[in-house]
């Protein structure tokens, strides 16, 4: 008996598991002795242990079978911030997290984890050591924060300690690590456009980079310490490297790591801030016309050219959260597992 009852806590879904940070946290799950249920609209990979199942979370009767007998969900999906499509980040991450509340509450699941953002506060002005104490960004920089902070309020609004679903969120900044799609390929992919020469800014700007396998454990730390007496309930939570370091010297360090030359030249910030609001307002306008997505988006732009660190003493206190991998050790790492973006390989 006592046997079926560690089988059946041990089960668990991952909603958004084929994709980077939902792998890494699959693989991790398996390691701890998980049976993990995966479900995204698409399968990337197969894995003893997993099972797979394919839909759109915004559908509920797909999403039912894969919450069948669990105990726990992570839900880390959401369309990527580059899509800057604003109904599918309004389709997914609002209305398909009402009804990934709503299935979990259905499937008696106890624990529900979401993967929210530190963005959700940031509007483009400094922040620096940020506590989860700051109000939510009024006026965000791109649809994509806009939903994520939605989606939070919702899922962490639906904690309920008297016998009913518990919920936390975590809130990671600037994930990175091997098999990432977006930070190194986009930055990589902008080098070899001949774009990446310039510094946004003075370049002494202090950022957030938290290296995946971190974010995982933060991740896994919640989950298990999320009980209806626990602090936890209904709050989120920074998980970062705790180590800020300036955005132009992680940067620099990944390019040369890959082979590219490090930026040299400054632009001042509120030139180029200016010029990507005019591009995204082109973009927009020439939408219906032409796609056309421009590299320097205001978002990147500001978070290229600010300070934003933030603060993860709340999850040291109440899960014992401490990164294990540090930052140069995961630069390099990320930087080993990219041969294929080399400079000079095609
Ligand atoms: N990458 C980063 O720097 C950060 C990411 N986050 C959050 O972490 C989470 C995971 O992000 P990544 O792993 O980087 O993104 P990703 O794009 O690699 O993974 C997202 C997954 O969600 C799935 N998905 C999207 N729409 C879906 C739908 N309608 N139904 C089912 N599955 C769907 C995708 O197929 C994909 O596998 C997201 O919630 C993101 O907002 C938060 C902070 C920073
Ligand atoms: C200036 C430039 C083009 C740099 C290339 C790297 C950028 C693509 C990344 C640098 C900081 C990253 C980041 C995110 C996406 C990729 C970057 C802009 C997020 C917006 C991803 C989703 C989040 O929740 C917050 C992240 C903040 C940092």
Known sequence: MATRVRASSKRCAVIGGSGFLGRHLVERLLARGYCVAVFDIRQSYELPGVTFYQGDLCDKQALLP??????LVFHCASPA???DDRALFQRVNVQGTRIVIQACKESGVQKLVLTSSASVVYEGADIKDGTEDLPYARK???YYTETKIQQEKLVLDACDKDGGLLTV??????????????????????ARRGKMK??????????????????VHGHILAAEHLRPESPLCGKPYHITND????????????????????????????????LAMLLWLLA???????????????????????????????AKRDMGYKPPVGLTEAIARTVESYPHLRHGVA
Request: hydrophobic fraction near 45%; charge should be neutral; include cysteine.
């Open 169 to 190: 969120a975590i809130r990671p900044h600037g994930i990175f690590g091997p098999r990432d799609p977006q930070l190194v390929p986009i930055l990589v992919a902008t």
């Open 66 to 71: 894969a919450l069948k007998d669990v105990p």
């Open 243 to 274: 180590e800020p370091i300036r955005f132009w010297d992680f940067m620099s360090k990944v390019l040369v790591g890959l082979g590219y030359a490090a930026p040299r030249y400054h632009l001042p910030y509120m030139l180029v801030y200016g």
């Open 140 to 142: 965000p920089l791109d």
């Open 81 to 83: 911030p580059a899509s």
């Open 198 to 215: 310039f510094i946004i800014g003075d370049g002494t700007n202090l950022v957030d980079f938290t290296f995946v396998e971190n974010v």
């Open 284 to 314: 927009l306008v020439l939408r219906p016309l032409m796609a056309f997505k421009p590299t320097f988006t205001p978002m990147r732009v500001a978070l290229a050219g600010t300070h934003h660190y933030y603060s993860c003493e709340r």
